[in-house]
Nanobody, 126 residues
Framework: EVQLAESGGGLVQLGGSLKLSCTAS????????LGWFRHAPGKKREGASCFNSEDRKTFYADAVKGRFSVSRDNGKYTLDLQMNNLRVEDTATYYC???????????????????WGRGTPVTVSS
């Protein structure tokens, strides 16, 4: 059984930084895509960043480009999300997602993922 666990959420001040971590267990496929999504109250869920095992490229949504970055632990199914210069509009519950498929540019589309974590809340205060 594939399980995803997020950690690292919390309360941070405007302009601050936070690092989220995602670990996938029970995930043995050599081909996969991992993604970070967020869902703010009253808004649609949106992709923040994603990474696939084949070309090892990372994609970022325009809203977070230049502020967020992902990193991985080689050999492990992990995807950390470093969030810098946080804005109030970054407030949301952040979810990690995974699929056995290799997805390229479209990996920011949440409908392509098969497994989801429970989410970790991030609140940016002004």
């Amino acid at each position: 059984e594939v399980q995803l666990a997020e950690s690292g959420g919390g309360l941070v001040q405007l302009g601050g930084s936070l690092k989220l971590s995602c670990t996938a267990s029970g995930f043995t496929s050599k081909d996969y895509t991992l993604g970070w999504f967020r869902h703010a109250p009253g808004k649609k869920r949106e992709g923040a960043s994603c990474f696939n095992s084949e070309d090892r490229k990372t994609f970022y949504a325009d809203a977070v480009k230049g502020r967020f970055s992902v990193s991985r632990d080689n050999g492990k199914y992990t995807l950390d999300l470093q969030m810098n210069n946080l804005r109030v509009e970054d407030t949301a519950t952040y979810y990690c997602a995974a699929t056995h498929r290799v997805i390229g540019l479209g990996c920011l589309f949440s409908g392509l993922y098969d497994y989801w974590g429970r989410g970790t809340p991030v609140t940016v205060s002004s």
